[in-house]
């Protein structure tokens, strides 16, 4: 069964860090374009970064611009989003999410999600 399985969440001071990781199984991940999204209680999901195929292309949300870091190891078909100086305001529920268009169909995947709380 393919899926996304998201780790690394946890409680936080600010200030601190945390990397997340988006494991894939049942599916290659090197075929797929990653997006991490959030999203914070009351508030709609956002998109927070995304990595092209290749590793080449990258974009984040200018809330976590020169904060969080994507990388990508397709070997261990595995996308991190690293989190430096971290706000309250990053408080949420981070979701990964795979989409790739083949000449067979479009296919994409959500992971559950994984909790992150910044808190003194």
């Known amino acids: 069964q393919a899926q996304l399985v998201e780790s690394g969440g946890g409680l936080v001071q600010p200030g601190g860090s945390l990397r997340l990781s988006c494991a894939a199984s049942g599916f290659t991940l090197d075929l797929y374009a990653i997006g991490w999204f959030r999203q914070a209680p009351g508030k709609e999901r956002e998109g927070v970064s995304c990595i092209s195929r290749s590793g080449l292309v990258i974009n984040y949300a200018d809330s976590v611009k020169g904060r969080f870091t994507i990388s990508r190891d397709n070997a261990k078909n595995t996308v991190y989003l690293q989190m430096n100086s971290l706000k309250p305001e990053d408080t949420a529920v981070y979701y990964c999410?795979?989409?790739?268009?083949?000449?067979?169909?479009?296919?994409?995947?959500w992971g559950q999600g994984t909790q992150v709380t910044v808190s003194s």
């Open positions: 999410y795979a989409a790739s268009i083949q000449w067979s169909g479009v296919y994409d995947y």
